[in-house]
């Protein structure tokens, strides 16, 4: 079980390059989510996703898009990256089933744009 | 915009000693839920403890506990007999008003040291 994993764990970009971040979860977890992470910021969610096909915008979508064709993946792309977007990005899943809210992490994947 | 604030950008704890991390939320919901996240140096966002809006009592894991003011709107986290392995950023996160979808808002962070 190895929980939510993300591919690839560090990128460098140059300014215009696009790219997808993958986010994989083996947990059946019905709810999938982007966050950014900035200093001094927190985190951010960018995109989420209820469920297989679905997707939509959290709090800071502009410049990303994102796709679920299947449950346990959850794709964040990139087209043109912007220096701005160099960040660090966490996905999260979580179990529609239960009443814990409660949402796993993956271990991040730390993005720079040139 | 829903805000999760909290007010400590640094704390520092001798450690065996307790430290307080606080942080006030706003919401509009009746239900919802309040997070403290630990995220050490390896970057790994760690569950630290969770309470349900609903519960009057608060929330308690071995030497983590919480502080749940719900009509303050305040939830604040003890650390107990603070140990080296501790030091990392702290998030206290509510789950955000309008919706089911769990979906998180959160603080800026509060990193914590411990001095040996």
């Known amino acids: 079980n190895a929980g939510v994993t993300q591919t690839p764990k560090f990128r460098v970009l140059k300014t215009g390059q696009s790219m997808t971040l993958l986010c994989a979860q083996d947990?059946?977890?019905?709810?999938m989510y982007w966050y950014r992470q900035d200093p001094g910021m927190g985190l951010r969610l960018i995109h989420y996703s209820v469920g297989e096909g679905t997707t939509a915008k959290g709090e800071v979508p502009d410049g990303y898009n994102v796709s679920r064709l299947k449950k346990q993946n959850f794709l964040l792309g990139l087209e043109s990256a912007a220096p701005s977007q160099t960040s660090v990005y966490f996905c999260?899943?979580?179990?529609?089933?239960?009443?814990?809210?409660?949402?796993?992490f993956g271990p991040g994947t730390r993005l720079t744009v040139l | 915009a829903q805000t999760v604030t909290q007010s400590q950008p640094e704390m520092s704890v001798q450690e065996a000693e307790t430290v307080t991390l606080s942080c006030t939320y706003d919401t509009s919901e009746s239900d919802y839920y309040l997070f403290w996240y630990k995220q050490p140096p390896s970057r790994q966002m760690i569950l630290v403890i969770r309470?349900?809006?609903?519960?009057?009592q608060n929330a308690t894991e071995n030497r983590f506990s919480v502080n749940f003011q719900k009509a303050a709107k305040s939830f604040s986290l003890k650390i107990s007999d603070s140990q080296l392995g501790d030091a990392a950023m702290y998030f206290c996160?509510?789950?955000?008003?309008?919706?089911?979808?769990?979906?998180?808002?959160f603080g800026k962070g509060t990193k914590l040291s411990v001095k040996p």
């Open positions: 947990m059946n977890h019905e709810y």
């Open positions: 309470q349900e809006a609903y519960k009057q």
């Open positions: 996160a509510s789950t955000a008003q309008g919706g089911s979808q769990g979906n998180l808002i």
């Open positions: 999260a899943s979580r179990s529609l089933a239960g009443s814990r809210n409660e949402q796993f």
